[in-house]
């Protein structure tokens, strides 16, 4: 596999480290090479970065500090939309390159922290400038992250009655942006199922779930299309269903496309099989 079709598959946030590229197929030569003729940055020890990418956000911080969706891209938190390139300066442009978003602010020292080299605005400020600034459901899935990871902490969130409202819907037990959507679909509908729930059978562990109507016994859950890794995690989800359908569970799954283009269809699926089930 080429070095950048191996970078582009493992790559978090941007970066890659040695061991993941070799995992993936690549060379200890192979890498040494691509960062000698730079189309890899080796950015600490073990740890590489895109040389394109990197050369781009220098250019970028010319104007200013990384701030928005592009620090979010930097600090490797999920966004559902391209990064695209934001810059937040003080001082006042006449112009500025095509493409980039000019965010004017003095921006306090304990805003600012450098990654990479690159002047880059910090987790804290990153998430309240995000919050703010994002759809709703793009914020909600970037709030959760971060308080799942321990980036942010509640406390972090009390800034302004938009950053309140935001993190109101944030909830850190979602452990996938298709999670942390449902749930906003489930919030909208009325529905209030409970959140990786966990099932027992006899005080035996038999499962967590998304989501769980525990009175109507009716699982839900969302599956990216990533889902099954492989043979012997699709056997274990098969032995996990296999023990819900024995207690007398109703499993519904729900992709990507049913939780984001097909909502109500969704909503009508778990509704129907909720009455059924009452």
Not at 9 to 15: R, S, T, W
Not at 75 to 88: N, S
Not at 122 to 125: E, I, L, N
Not at 264 to 267: C, G, I, K, S, V
């Given at each position: 596999?080429?070095?950048?079709e191996?970078?582009e ?7 890659a480290?040695a061991r993941q590229l ?5 060379s ?8 000698r003729?730079g189309r ?7 740890l590489?970065?895109a040389?394109?990418?990197?050369d ?11 701030s ?6 930097v ?14 300066t ?27 080299g690159?002047?880059?605005t910090?987790?804290?400020?990153t998430v309240?400038d ?6 709703e459901?793009?914020?909600?899935v970037l709030l959760?992250?971060?308080l799942r990871?321990?980036a942010?902490?509640?406390d972090d969130l009390a800034?302004s009655s ?7 819907l944030?909830?850190a037990?979602a452990?996938?942006?298709l999670e942390?959507?449902a ?5 909208r509908a ?5 959140l990786q729930?966990?099932i027992t059978?006899g ?5 967590r ?6 009175d109507q ?11 099954h ?6 056997r274990?989800?098969?032995?996990r269903?296999?023990?819900l359908?024995v207690?007398?569970?109703e ?9 984001v283009?097909?909502p109500?269809?969704?909503?009508a699926t778990?509704r129907r099989?909720?009455r059924?089930?009452?």
């Open positions: 596999m080429r070095v950048e191996a970078f598959a493992v790559q978090q946030g941007g970066l480290s070799v995992d993936a197929g690549v200890p030569a192979a890498i040494t090479l691509a960062a003729t890899l940055v080796r950015v600490a020890r073990g590489y970065a040389g394109t990418e990197v781009d956000l220098h250019r970028l911080a010319r104007i200013g500090t990384l928005h969706t592009t620090a979010a891209h600090h490797g938190f999920p966004l559902l939309a391209p990064p695209g390139r934001h810059v937040t003080a001082h006042r442009r006449r112009s500025v390159s095509h493409g980039v978003r000019l965010h004017r602010s003095e921006l306090p020292a304990g805003d600012l922290l450098e990654i990479l690159l002047p880059v910090t987790a804290r400020r309240e995000c919050a703010t600034w994002l759809p459901p793009d914020a909600v959760d992250h971060v990871c321990g942010v902490e509640p800034g938009l950053l309140r409202r935001r993190a109101a944030a909830d037990r452990e996938s942006p942390s959507l749930r906003l679909v489930f919030r009325g529905l209030a199922p409970e729930a966990i059978d005080g035996r562990f038999v499962a779930v998304d989501f769980l109507f525990r016994c009716v699982v839900v859950e969302v599956d990216g299309f990533e889902y890794a492989d043979r012997s995690h699709f274990r989800d098969r032995e269903l296999n023990a359908a207690l007398g569970f499993v519904l799954r729900f992709s990507w496309d049913d939780v283009h097909r109500h269809q969704m909503l778990i099989t909720l059924a089930a009452s």
